[in-house]
């Protein structure tokens, strides 16, 4: 069964730290971008960050840009998601996805997210 799986969220507090992993089974992530985004309760779904298959570029969105970093284990079949200073703002359920590349706006696996709180 091709399966992604988030973990790693929690409670934290305002400037805390989190690392948010997405792990793969059924598949090698390897050929694949991975983007991880999140949404807030009566928010729209924002796209937070990407990496790429091909060169390991990555993309943030400008909101996170300098907090966190996107990084991939090809060897562990997972991709994390390093989440620095968190903010209030931070707070929402983060997603990982599988992607043909990260300019793509096809979406090929989701996970079921894994929840972030950041207190004030």
């Known amino acids: 069964q091709v399966q992604l799986v988030e973990s790693g969220g929690g409670l934290v507090q305002s400037g805390g730290s989190l690392r948010l992993s997405c792990a793969a089974s059924?598949?090698?992530?390897?050929?694949?971008?991975i983007g991880w985004f999140r949404q807030a309760p009566g928010k729209e779904r924002e796209g937070v960050s990407c990496i790429s298959s091909s060169d390991g570029s990555t993309a943030y969105a400008a909101s996170v840009k300098g907090r966190f970093t996107i990084s991939r284990d090809n060897a562990k079949n997972t991709v994390y998601l390093q989440m620095n200073s968190l903010k209030p703002e931070d707070t929402a359920v983060y997603y990982c996805?599988?992607?043909?590349?990260?300019?793509?706006?096809?979406?090929?696996?989701w996970g079921q997210g894994t929840r972030v709180t950041v207190s004030s």
């Open positions: 059924g598949f090698t992530l390897d050929s694949y971008a």
């Open positions: 996805a599988t992607k043909p590349y990260c300019g793509s706006s096809r979406f090929l696996s």
